[in-house]
C-alpha cells in the first residue's frame, strides 16, 4: 500500500516508497554504476568554486557542472568519455508509477552527501520540459529538505526525507526554490560508510511539438 502526502501544491511525499530489501538491491545496482561512472565533484560556473555534494548519473543523459561549461546535460562522463550507465529497473518503475508523465525519465542524478555536505536553496532550470515532474528518491541518513515557491523569499517548508522516500515535483512546485540544509549523521545503517544518496529522475529534451 502506497501513502500519498501533499506538502504544497505541486510536491507528493511517498513515505517508505521502496522497502529496505529494495533499498538495498538498489544500492548494490548503484555501486555497480559508480565504478563504471565514479562520483565526481561539479564546480560553479564561472567562480569555480566546488559543490560539497559529489555527483555522478544514469540513464541517457547526466547533469554535469564546470567553471567552463557552465551547467548542462550531456550523454557521457566529464571524466571517462564513456557514456552513463543504464539506469536500474526499479526507478523507471518508481517514474511510471508515481509521475505520471507518459514518457520515461532521460537522466537520473545521483548526489551524494558526506556527513557535512549541504546543497543551498536553488532552482532547478537546465532542462527543456518543465512540463515533465522531477522525482526524487532517498537512501541513507536522513536529509533536512527545505522547500519554498518561486521567488526566493517565499516562505519554506522543511521536511525530513529518510530512506526509501520518494518526492514528485511537478506543476507549480516545478520551478520552487529547494535545498537541503544538512544531514544527519547516523540515522540509517544503509551505506556501510555512511552519508546520504538522492537519485533524481528527470526529463531533459523539449517534448516532442
Ligand atoms: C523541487 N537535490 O539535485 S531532491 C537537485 O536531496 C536537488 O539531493 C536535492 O535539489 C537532494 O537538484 C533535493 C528534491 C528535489 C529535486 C528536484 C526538484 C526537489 C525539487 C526540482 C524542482 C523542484
Ligand atoms: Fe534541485
Same mark, same amino acid.
Given at each position: 500500500m502506497t501513502v500519498a502526502i501533499q506538502i504544497v501544491p505541486g510536491v507528493t511525499y511517498y513515505p517508505g516508497w521502496l522497502p529496505v530489501e529494495g533499498q538495498r538491491q538498489l544500492l548494490q545496482k548503484l555501486e555497480e554504476i559508480l565504478v563504471a561512472a565514479p562520483l565526481f565533484q561539479p564546480t560553479m560556473p564561472r567562480t569555480g568554486k566546488p559543490f560539497s555534494v559529489q555527483m555522478s548519473n544514469c540513464g541517457s543523459l547526466g547533469w554535469v557542472s564546470d567553471?567552463?561549461?557552465? %551547467?548542462r546535460y550531456q550523454a557521457t562522463h566529464p571524466q571517462t568519455g564513456a557514456p552513463w550507465p543504464e539506469m536500474p529497473k526499479i526507478l523507471q518503475t518508481a517514474w511510471t508509477d508515481l509521475?505520471? %508523465?507518459a514518457p520515461g525519465p532521460q537522466a537520473c542524478l545521483i548526489n551524494y552527501y558526506k556527513d557535512t555536505a549541504r546543497m543551498g536553496l536553488h532552482q532547478d532550470?537546465?532542462?527543456?520540459?518543465?512540463d515533465a515532474p522531477v522525482l526524487s528518491l532517498s537512501l541513507g541518513d536522513t536529509g533536512l529538505f527545505r522547500i519554498g515557491g518561486q521567488e526566493r523569499s517565499d516562505k519554506t517548508k522543511s521536511l525530513k526525507l529518510q530512506s526509501g522516500d520518494v518526492l514528485v515535483f511537478g506543476g507549480p512546485a516545478r520551478l520552487a526554490f529547494h535545498g537541503i540544509d544538512r544531514i544527519m549523521p547516523?540515522?540509517?545503517?544503509?551505506?556501510p560508510n555512511g552519508g546520504r544518496i538522492n537519485l533524481t529522475l528527470r526529463r531533459v529534451d523539449a517534448p516532442p511539438a
Amino acid at each position: 500500500m502506497t501513502v500519498a502526502i501533499q506538502i504544497v501544491p505541486g510536491v507528493t511525499y511517498y513515505p517508505g516508497w521502496l522497502p529496505v530489501e529494495g533499498q538495498r538491491q538498489l544500492l548494490q545496482k548503484l555501486e555497480e554504476i559508480l565504478v563504471a561512472a565514479p562520483l565526481f565533484q561539479p564546480t560553479m560556473p564561472r567562480t569555480g568554486k566546488p559543490f560539497s555534494v559529489q555527483m555522478s548519473n544514469c540513464g541517457s543523459l547526466g547533469w554535469v557542472s564546470d567553471r567552463q561549461g557552465g %551547467y548542462r546535460y550531456q550523454a557521457t562522463h566529464p571524466q571517462t568519455g564513456a557514456p552513463w550507465p543504464e539506469m536500474p529497473k526499479i526507478l523507471q518503475t518508481a517514474w511510471t508509477d508515481l509521475a505520471h %508523465y507518459a514518457p520515461g525519465p532521460q537522466a537520473c542524478l545521483i548526489n551524494y552527501y558526506k556527513d557535512t555536505a549541504r546543497m543551498g536553496l536553488h532552482q532547478d532550470r537546465d532542462e527543456a520540459d518543465f512540463d515533465a515532474p522531477v522525482l526524487s528518491l532517498s537512501l541513507g541518513d536522513t536529509g533536512l529538505f527545505r522547500i519554498g515557491g518561486q521567488e526566493r523569499s517565499d516562505k519554506t517548508k522543511s521536511l525530513k526525507l529518510q530512506s526509501g522516500d520518494v518526492l514528485v515535483f511537478g506543476g507549480p512546485a516545478r520551478l520552487a526554490f529547494h535545498g537541503i540544509d544538512r544531514i544527519m549523521p547516523g540515522t540509517s545503517t544503509l551505506l556501510p560508510n555512511g552519508g546520504r544518496i538522492n537519485l533524481t529522475l528527470r526529463r531533459v529534451d523539449a517534448p516532442p511539438a
